[in-house]
């Protein structure tokens, strides 16, 4: 199965907050855009992905992001979250009606192309699916096949909220670099062991990452 990724960026400036503790205002912009460009080039390179999409209203987000070959959505309904993800997604589905489509996380800063193929092969087997975060509360990716509403439902424990829903959960192993979301200085630290993508990498340097 072949899909399109929506991936919803918030403005660069207001992006992040919560690593307030390992880097300050005027380097999170700078991150907050290194974590998506690892994002959507891991995203690019995998082989079941025919698409990117990035919902967002950030200038310069959208002019890197657009250099990697996203396609890009303004994010006209302003109004969050999941009202950016159910944009993209009627966006996606102008051009490709019935594409199966996927809503991706934009802070993945390890992501890797064989291991998001393997989350995207499983999802491919249900109608709509989602994987969980290391964290085990939120999600990083829920998936819907062709024809199928993605009825996104992220934010606070957005795991239960998913399940809930009737996505089905996927418990696979292995594929740490698609849960390791970074909102925190404990996260971002977690990705660095892993090994994060050139931006992140260049960015990171010399900020002092809790736990580290």
Known sequence: MQWTLVIPLKPLARAKSRLS??????????????????????????????????????????????????????????????????HGVSAVREKRPGIAVAALNADLPALRAAELGRVL???????????????ALGTTLLAAAGGRELEPAFGTESRARHRASGAVELGLADVDSVRQDVDTGEDLRAALALGVGPHTAAVSVGLLIPGA
């Open 21 to 86: 503790d390992t880097a300050s205002d005027g380097v999170r912009p700078g991150l907050a855009l290194a974590f998506a460009q690892d994002t959507v080039g891991a995203a690019m390179a995998c082989p079941a992905v025919v698409d990117v999409a990035v919902v967002t209203d950030d200038e310069l987000a959208a002019r890197e992001l657009a250099g990697l070959g996203a396609r890009i959505v303004p994010d006209t309904p302003g109004s969050g979250l999941n009202a950016a993800l159910r």
């Open 121 to 135: 092969a499983a999802a491919a087997e249900f109608p709509r699916a989602f994987l969980a975060d290391a964290a």
